[in-house]
């Protein structure tokens, strides 16, 4: 399934088919209940469990990868969007049938929250380039920390360069929207962003920008940090959360750390999210020179990526699929 693919309901599905005449009740609920598991969410794993780097070899073995363990999409890092074959990128992601989005994080050279107009006008052009690899290699989101440099602020942000930011992302998402390409807002950490670091100023920002595709892009990860809990703020995202990173406390396996996990996806499914779901995990056995750095990825959490990326999937889809068979008892 493609990600943004809408539930059409179970009742779509059963009066679409003309049903032979001894079908019992059982049949119908047993048909409606696999169209109910079979159309949830789109599952996502970040390249960097795979590869540090978006050389031909890279790509193919992530994307392949990604394939083998199940994923419906992989999310590309495009921190230098111009290190991206967009044609080969384009090819193997048809070849082996997945769906693909892609992230970034801006720098203090290319800082749109910034009060520095030649900064802001080097991060639009991050951003603009970033849009024409996602363009092509049919990304069907684009985000991440694109509102901010992704990196330890020395102090806290202005008005002002806020304005500056919420100019370009506007212009960004209006770009976006001529391609269908949604734009997700990745609040983070305090350590990574001084600008959204929660969703209530994500909401506030977006209020701002003021443009329908532009999402709230929770990550479990940063939400553990910064909120009081996972299901009020994630209730509060509401129908404008359209982006979801798992990951866990510790960014290694899912269920290894100190994530409440049982609260992220029976928040989710009590609001019925259909969006994206991503996994996200880093160790310093698998290293991009732009990225791992600035996550401070010191440690090595895991050296078998597949094993890895496949327990992350069985671990989010059971996890939601329980979740949703109990919707409504939270
Ligand atoms: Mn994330």
Known sequence: MKPGSSHQGAGAFVS??????NTSEGWIKARTRLWEVAVTNAFGVHALVWTGGWEPEQAEFAISRTAAAGYDLIEIPALDPSAIDVDDTRARLEVHGLAATMTLGLTFAT??????????????DTLTSALQVARGVGATHLGGVIFSAMDKYPGPGTAAARANSVAVIKELAQESARSGITITLEFVNRYESNLLNTVQQTLDYMDDVDEDNVVV???????????????TPLLLAGDRLGYVHIGESNRGYLGQG???FEEVFGALADMNYQGPITFESFS????????????AVWRNLWEDSMDLGTHAREFMASGMENARATAGSR
């Open 217 to 231: 892009h929770a990550d479990v990860y940063h939400m553990n940090i910064e909120e009081r809990g996972f299901r």
């Open 284 to 295: 310093s056995a698998v290293v991009d020179q732009h990225l791992s750095n600035t996550l």
């Open 258 to 260: 100190t994530i409440d």
């Open 111 to 124: 800082d749109i929250n910034s009060e520095d107009a030649a900064l802001v006008a080097a991060g639009r």
């Open 16 to 21: 679409g088919v003309t049903l032979p005449s």
